[in-house]
């Protein structure tokens, strides 16, 4: 009987480290990368920055292979049910540049994404990072759905929460408001956006 013998792997993928692994599609390593990171933390095996480049290349295979559809049902997934918080950020990002996506999708999944008032700002920082430009550059890197689904989610926050997260920052509450011009759902919520404007909010 011989031992050394090259080892018969039935899957023909491997680990990190080597051991025998079954093969998934791009939508499960998509969903295997988004449940278990910290986004743009390193972890043991690889880093922060390798980690979100590889959840955008996933995120364009995943659309390619089943539908736009099912990455924004992971994204809710991840913010709603995980309360991951940067990841779906990501995923929205890359599911804006991704070509063939309507805006609709994006519109809506951001909306639904968007729970806190810092994550308004925190979105264009992400979009600022996925497309390489400096934060002050990125008006021409926000697409319609991402502006419309933005426009829309900054209508849900009052003044307590907008001013909790009006914080200092490469793009502040205001900058979110004058790149996407969300209309006021009434007089009251225009002066609301006014005094942010201004400057002017109750502190909390």
Request: hydrophobic share 45%; proline share 5%; aromatic share 6%.
């Amino acid at each position: 009987m011989k031992l050394n013998l090259k080892p018969n792997y039935p899957f023909g993928a491997l680990t990190h480290e080597g051991a025998p692994a079954k093969r998934m599609t791009s939508l499960q390593a998509l969903r295997r990368s988004v449940m278990s990171c910290l986004l743009w933390e390193d972890e043991f095996y690889e880093s922060g920055e390798t980690i979100a480049q590889r959840i955008q290349g996933l995120v364009l295979k995943a659309v390619e292979e089943t539908s736009p559809f099912v990455v924004a049902d992971l994204t809710r997934e991840a913010r709603s049910r995980m309360n991951l918080r940067h990841v779906p950020l990501l995923l929205c990002a890359s599911l804006a540049n991704t070509p063939g996506v309507e805006g609709g999708v994006v519109a809506s999944l951001v909306e639904d994404v968007v729970q806190r008032a810092d994550e308004l700002a925190e979105m264009l920082a992400v979009v600022a990072k996925v497309n390489a430009v400096e934060p002050s550059n990125v008006r021409k890197h926000i697409s319609a759905g991402m502006k419309r689904g933005l426009a829309r989610a900054f209508r849900r926050f009052d003044e307590h929460q907008l001013a909790k997260y009006n914080r200092e920052g490469a793009i502040r509450l205001r900058d979110v408001l004058f790149l996407t011009h969300p209309k006021p759902k009434d007089e009251a919520q225009a002066a609301l956006w006014k005094r942010l404007i201004d400057g002017a909010l109750a502190t909390p």
